[in-house]
């Protein structure tokens, strides 16, 4: 059996990958391995409890808070809100845990449970498998007053909004956004806390019903909001995803905007501010080499990890350093939250174009993405992807063609027999010539069959 946990928390098709079982059992047993109060006084743990809009999360969400009451945890019942703003919730009421249901960018039918630690943080691996082995173990049951109680706390969406505010206060009066929330979590508080800096607001993806999350909207689906900067001659767009824990942008010629693109904007504004720790950016070893290459030429030096937000995580914390992201849109800026902020990148973006009085497209146009090509090999043996010598020879010939005009990277899927192999090249033809030659190679060299 795999582990319990994933990358980022307990996903699956909702009622049935996810039941209500399984999520009661799941949370008694991080009460039990969280609710210590210790240091934190005598009163009992507390849990904040959040949700996207998606149906299931109704159901999921009290067995959630059911499974922590049952445990003597006291519940504060956020509401619909996005991921970040659970995580700050966490913190900012010193809670000893939080809870978050939400597939992210998944469609509806999946939902998921991301959990939080005290200070908002989520859970390292070595914590997510004592839980594991938790569920099932007998324990003692509190009855009476000792069973935790659950109380609406609706004021969160107020207490994130204010945070917000208050980490990005510039004001955006004349800027034209346009807001696609993906019909998710942040369908209210986004706009809202733009309109509160003064933006000018039109929203689409904003109309949840609790069926239609993701659905041909948000941060994967980026067309719809194409065609709305342009028809409706917006300075921007914004396009989040289902939890909002993530954002892209589209700047007013309608072209995109990547997290790449967003990370290289924000690093240069706050180098430009004296905020740019170290002067260094984190970022995954799936960034774009012209992010690389833009930074570089800007003095601002690029640490890359493991693909995974929570290891851009783990390297701001390990440093003591205030940005890091993903390509996707997952963008963290440590001084301001513990976990990716898809309303506070937007926020920030929108201001970094409001006090360099330049468009997004100017401002983005300081880094040249590469063409980048992506093949996944399927049916391969991954875990001989570094010691075979065929492989190795066929990437270095590669790497020798490119120069510093292009890059590799073959990697191993953590779920799959599969390798992803990519390629940036100077044209998007040689990329695609290259990254097709070393498929083949993997394919010959590695294939099960």
Same mark, same amino acid.
């Given at each position: 059996?795999?582990?319990?946990?994933?990358?980022?928390?307990?996903?699956?098709?909702?009622?049935?990958?996810?039941?209500?079982?399984? #999520?009661?059992?799941?949370?008694? #047993?991080?009460?039990?391995?969280?609710?210590?109060?210790?240091?934190?006084?005598?009163?009992?743990?507390?849990?904040?409890?959040?949700?996207?809009?998606?149906?299931?999360?109704?159901?999921?969400?009290?067995?959630?808070?059911?499974?922590?009451?049952?445990?003597?945890?006291?519940?504060?019942?956020?509401?619909?809100?996005?991921?970040?703003?659970?995580?700050?919730?966490?913190?900012?009421?010193?809670?000893?845990?939080?809870?978050?249901?939400?597939?992210?960018?998944?469609?509806?039918?999946?939902?998921?449970?991301?959990?939080?630690?005290?200070?908002?943080?989520?859970?390292?691996?070595?914590?997510?498998?004592?839980?594991?082995?938790?569920?099932?173990?007998?324990?003692?049951?509190?009855?009476? #007053? #000792?069973?935790?109680?659950?109380?609406?706390?609706?004021?969160?969406?107020?207490?994130?909004?204010?945070?917000?505010?208050?980490?990005?206060?510039?004001?955006?009066?004349?800027?034209?956004?346009?807001?696609?929330?993906?019909?998710?979590?942040?369908?209210?508080?986004?706009?809202?806390?733009?309109?509160?800096?003064?933006?000018?607001?039109?929203?689409?993806?904003?109309?949840?019903?609790?069926?239609?999350?993701?659905?041909?909207?948000?941060?994967?689906?980026?067309?719809?909001?194409?065609?709305?900067?342009?028809?409706?001659?917006?300075?921007?767009?914004?396009?989040?995803?289902?939890?909002?824990?993530?954002?892209?942008? $589209?700047?007013?010629?309608?072209?995109?905007?990547?997290?790449?693109?967003?990370?290289?904007?924000?690093?240069?504004?706050?180098?430009?501010?004296?905020?740019?720790?170290?002067?260094?950016?984190?970022?995954?070893?799936?960034?774009?080499?012209?992010?690389?290459?833009?930074?570089?030429?800007?003095?601002?030096?690029?640490?890359?990890?493991?693909?995974?937000?929570?290891?851009?995580?783990?390297?701001?914390?390990?440093?003591?350093?205030?940005?890091?992201?993903?390509?996707?849109?997952?963008?963290?800026?440590?001084?301001?939250?513990?976990?990716?902020?898809?309303?506070?990148?937007?926020?920030?973006?929108?201001?970094?174009?409001?006090?360099?009085?330049?468009?997004?497209?100017?401002?983005?146009?300081?880094?040249?993405?590469?063409?980048?090509?992506?093949?996944?090999?399927?049916?391969?043996?991954?875990?001989?992807?570094?010691?075979?010598?065929?492989?190795?020879?066929?990437?270095?010939?590669? +790497?020798?063609?490119?120069?510093?005009?292009?890059?590799?990277?073959?990697?191993?899927?953590?779920?799959?027999?599969? $390798?992803? $192999?990519?390629?940036?090249?100077?044209?998007? +033809?040689?990329?695609?010539?290259?990254?097709?030659?070393?498929?083949?190679?993997?394919? +010959?060299?590695?294939?099960?069959?």
């Amino acid at each position: 059996m795999g582990r319990l946990f994933g990358t980022d928390g307990v996903r699956g098709m909702a009622n049935k990958d996810l039941t209500a079982e399984l #999520a009661l059992d799941l949370s008694v #047993a991080v009460a039990h391995e969280l609710g210590g109060r210790g240091a934190f006084g005598g009163r009992r743990a507390t849990a904040v409890v959040g949700r996207d809009p998606r149906a299931s999360g109704e159901f999921l969400g009290s067995a959630v808070m059911a499974g922590f009451a049952s445990a003597g945890v006291d519940v504060l019942d956020a509401g619909v809100l996005p991921t970040p703003a659970i995580a700050y919730l966490t913190m900012r009421l010193t809670a000893e845990m939080g809870a978050m249901l939400s597939a992210s960018h998944n469609a509806m039918p999946d939902n998921g449970i991301k959990y939080f630690s005290t200070g908002g943080n989520k859970l390292a691996d070595d914590l997510e498998d004592r839980i594991a082995e938790r569920m099932g173990a007998e324990w003692e049951r509190p009855t009476g #007053a #000792a069973v935790g109680r659950i109380r609406p706390f609706p004021q969160g969406a107020e207490f994130y909004m204010e945070h917000l505010r208050s980490a990005v206060p510039e004001r955006l009066d004349g800027l034209h956004v346009v807001i696609d929330g993906a019909h998710g979590a942040a369908s209210h508080v986004a706009p809202e806390v733009f309109q509160r800096a003064g933006a000018r607001v039109d929203v689409i993806g904003g109309d949840p019903s609790g069926l239609n999350i993701n659905d041909g909207h948000g941060s994967t689906h980026l067309e719809p909001l194409q065609r709305a900067v342009l028809d409706r001659g917006a300075d921007m767009g914004v396009a989040l995803d289902g939890d909002a824990d993530r954002c892209l942008a $589209v700047d007013a010629e309608g072209q995109v905007v990547d997290g790449d693109q967003i990370m290289a904007v924000l690093a240069v504004d706050r180098q430009g501010r004296g905020t740019l720790t170290d002067s260094t950016l984190v970022a995954t070893v799936m960034s774009n080499l012209g992010l690389l290459q833009a930074m570089e030429q800007r003095g601002i030096t690029v640490v890359q990890t493991a693909v995974g937000d929570r290891y851009v995580l783990e390297e701001l914390r390990r440093r003591g350093l205030s940005l890091g992201g993903e390509q996707s849109g997952h963008v963290i800026m440590l001084d301001h939250g513990t976990t990716g902020d898809g309303v506070l990148t937007a926020l920030s973006l929108a201001a970094g174009v409001v006090n360099a009085e330049k468009p997004l497209a100017e401002l983005a146009a300081i880094m040249q993405r590469l063409p980048q090509v992506l093949i996944n090999v399927k049916d391969v043996d991954k875990h001989a992807l570094d010691t075979d010598a065929g492989v190795r020879e066929a990437v270095a010939d590669v +790497e020798s063609q490119l120069g510093d005009g292009g890059r590799v990277l073959l990697r191993r899927s953590g779920t799959e027999p599969l $390798v992803r $192999v990519m390629v940036e090249a100077p044209t998007a +033809e040689e990329a695609q010539r290259c990254a097709e030659h070393l498929a083949a190679v993997v394919t +010959e060299r590695l294939s099960l069959s």
